[in-house]
Nanobody, 121 residues
Framework: QVQLVESGGGLVQAGGSLRLSCAASGSIFSIDAMGWYRQAPGKQRELVARITSGASTNYADSVKGRFTISRDNAENTVYLQMNSLKPEDTAVYYC???????????????WGQGTQVTVSS
């Protein structure tokens, strides 16, 4: 079994900062790309940021220059530092990872349970 557990969401005023964390655990052989997605009410889930095992990153245009994704491979953890938050950043944020488990030759696409981020104006 593989699990992703997120933490760090909450309520913040516009212009503030939050740091999200997502720890992967279980029967993990290796982790490929990790990323953060978000889904606002009535909208589709969208990619926020992604980081490969080699630390290459890409970001949604709406968060470039404000959000930073990073990872700790030794801890199987991915982070999302969110600065200069705006009300339009309000959403449920989901962690995602492409993981090779010990019990399979094929990678799986795993999701966390989601953490709420609310930015007040």
């Amino acid at each position: 079994q593989v699990q992703l557990v997120e933490s760090g969401g909450g309520l913040v005023q516009a212009g503030g900062s939050l740091r999200l964390s997502c720890a992967a655990s279980g029967s993990i052989f290796s982790i490929d790309a990790m990323g953060w997605y978000r889904q606002a009410p009535g909208k589709q889930r969208e990619l926020v940021a992604r980081i490969t095992s080699g630390a290459s990153t890409n970001y949604a245009d709406s968060v470039k220059g404000r959000f930073t994704i990073s990872r700790d491979n030794a801890e199987n953890t991915v982070y999302l530092q969110m600065n200069s938050l705006k009300p339009e950043d309000t959403a449920v944020y989901y962690c995602n990872a492409r993981i090779y488990p010990y019990y399979s030759d094929y990678p799986g696409n795993y999701w966390g349970q989601g953490t709420q981020v609310t930015v007040s104006s």
